[in-house]
C-alpha cells in the first residue's frame, strides 16, 4: 500500500490557492521558530529514560574521528541499537512502543531507523537545526506546537522516525558548544529537551493540521489541549479550520485523478500533502512494512474518502489500490509487534475502506 501516492503524480495541475495560506504560513513559521528560541535556552524536562537519550549512551563519541568517519563508525554501531531498542528497520521488525515515546504515556508509537543523506560540510554552522527525529504519522490536533516529551495528555499513537548517525554528530557538536561554555558537563537529556525535540515541530505541526482537515472530512469535532508553552502563543486554530473547510468545499480535485489530490493539497510548513506523506528512501522488506502501512493509512484513508466518486477516476490505479487492500487485510505482517489496539484499529481502517471503495464501484464486484 505505501506504493501509491509515493512519486509525483504522472500530470501535474496546479495547486488550490487559499486567499489566507501565505498568511497563515507566514504565522505559524514564525510562531515555531520562536517555540525552538525558547528550548534552546529553556531545554524542556526530559526524564532519564528516555529513549532518544539512552540511545546516545550507548554510541561512543570517538573525537578522533571526522564527521564522515564518524558517521560510517555509528552507521555500523546503530545496527545493534535499533535491535537493542526494539527500533523497526529494513532489517529488523522492532516493536509497538506501548508507553510512547515522545507523544505520551497513553501512546503507542513505532520508531522507525532511517539513514538520511544530511550534507556533513557545513555541519558547524548548520547542526543546531538538523532534525534527526521526525515524525510521519501521529493522531494529535494541537496547533500550539508542545514539545513531545513524551509527557503530552491523552491516547492516541504515532509513527516516527530516527536517524540515529545525524543524531549523534548533533549531540557531538552539541557537547562541542557546551564545553566551551561551561566547565561541567551537560546531561545528554538537556541536548534532547533543547535541540531533537523541539527540532521535530516542524514535522509535527503539518500532521496536526492534516489531522484536523480529516476530521473535518468527516464532521468529528476537535478535541482540547491544554497550554504547552510557559509563554503566549497565539492560537489561530479557528483559522486553520476555516482553512479546512475551504479545502473540503473546494471540489477542483473532483476533475483530477486521485494521485493528484496530495500534490494539489497545500499544507502549512511543507508545500503541500505529498511531502508531508513521504516516507523514508530505505528499502521496504517484510521487516518494515507493517510499519510504513500503518504510517500510510490515514493519508491514502482520507485521500479515498474525499476524492474517489461513483463510477469515476483512473480505473487501473483505483483497482490497484483496491487490490492492495484486500491483501493488507488478510497479510500477517502484524505478528508479533504488540499492542493489539493499534492493529485492531488498522484492520479496521482497511476494511472500511474495501467497503467505501465498493460502494463507489471500484471493488471487483
Not at 500530470?11 to 505559524?28: C, D, E, H, I
Not at 487492500?325 to 482497511?350: H, T
Given at each position: 500500500?505505501h506504493?501509491?501516492f ?15 495560506l ?20 529553556n ?18 563519541r570517538?573525537?578522533?574521528?571526522d564527521?564522515?568517519?564518524y ?5 555500523d ?20 512502543h ?28 548548520e547542526?543546531?537545526d ?8 501521529h ?44 566547565d ?27 489531522n ?16 504547552p ?15 479546512g ?7 477542483a ?9 496530495p ?9 503541500n ?37 461513483q ?27 504488540g ?20 460502494s ?6
Amino acid at each position: 500500500m505505501h506504493q501509491f501516492f509515493r512519486e509525483p503524480p504522472r500530470r501535474k495541475t496546479g495547486a488550490l490557492v487559499y486567499p489566507q495560506l501565505a498568511f497563515l504560513r507566514r504565522f505559524y513559521t514564525r510562531s515555531l521558530n520562536d517555540v525552538r528560541a525558547y528550548y534552546r535556552r529553556n531545554p524542556k524536562r526530559v526524564d532519564s529514560d528516555n529513549l532518544l537519550g539512552r540511545i546516545l549512551m550507548h554510541i561512543p563519541r570517538r573525537w578522533d574521528l571526522d564527521d564522515e568517519r564518524y558517521r560510517r563508525f555509528v552507521e555500523d554501531a546503530s545496527v545493534g541499537v535499533a535491535r537493542a531498542f526494539n527500533i523497526t528497520s529494513s532489517t529488523y521488525r522492532g516493536r509497538v512502543h506501548e508507553a510512547g515515546v515522545s507523544l505520551g504515556p497513553q501512546t503507542d508509537e513505532i520508531l522507525i531507523a532511517s539513514e538520511g543523506h544530511t550534507d556533513l560540510k557545513r555541519a558547524d554552522r548548520e547542526w543546531m537545526d538538523w532534525a534527526p527525529f521526525t515524525f510521519l504519522y501521529h493522531t494529535r490536533t494541537d496547533l500550539g506546537m508542545p514539545v513531545p516529551n513524551n509527557k503530552l495528555p491523552g491516547k492516541g499513537w504515532g509513527v516516527s522516525v530516527i536517524d540515529i548517525p545525524l543524531l549523534a554528530i548533533q549531540y557531538r557538536y552539541w557537547l562541542k558548544a557546551k564545553a566551551e561554555q561551561y566547565d561541567q558537563p551537560e546531561s545528554v537529556f538537556r541536548f534532547i529537551g533543547s535541540f531533537v525535540l523541539p527540532n521535530s515541530l516542524a514535522s509535527y505541526l503539518d500532521i496536526a493540521v492534516f489531522n484536523r482537515v480529516a476530521r473535518l472530512s468527516r464532521g468529528i469535532g476537535m478535541p482540547k489541549y491544554p497550554t504547552p508553552h510557559p509563554f503566549y502563543l497565539a492560537d489561530y486554530s479557528g483559522r486553520v479550520d476555516r482553512f479546512g473547510k475551504w479545502l473540503l468545499d473546494s471540489q477542483a480535485w473532483r476533475d483530477v485523478d486521485i494521485e493528484q489530490i496530495p500534490y494539489r493539497t497545500p499544507m502549512l510548513i511543507k508545500e503541500n500533502l505529498y511531502q508531508v506523506m513521504k516516507l523514508p528512501k530505505d528499502p521496504v522488506s517484510r521487516h518494515n512494512d507493517w510499519a510504513l502501512q500503518i504510517a500510510r493509512l490515514p493519508y491514502i484513508r482520507y485521500i479515498l474518502e474525499t476524492g474517489v466518486e461513483q463510477h469515476k477516476g483512473d480505473r487501473t490505479y483505483l483497482n490497484n489500490l483496491y487490490t492492495s487492500l484486500v491483501d493488507a487485510s488478510n497479510d500477517s505482517i502484524f505478528s508479533g509487534v504488540g499492542s493489539p489496539a493499534v492493529v485492531k484499529q488498522y484492520r479496521k481502517e482497511i476494511r472500511d475502506l474495501i467497503d467505501h471503495l465498493d460502494s463507489k464501484g471500484h471493488g471487483w464486484g
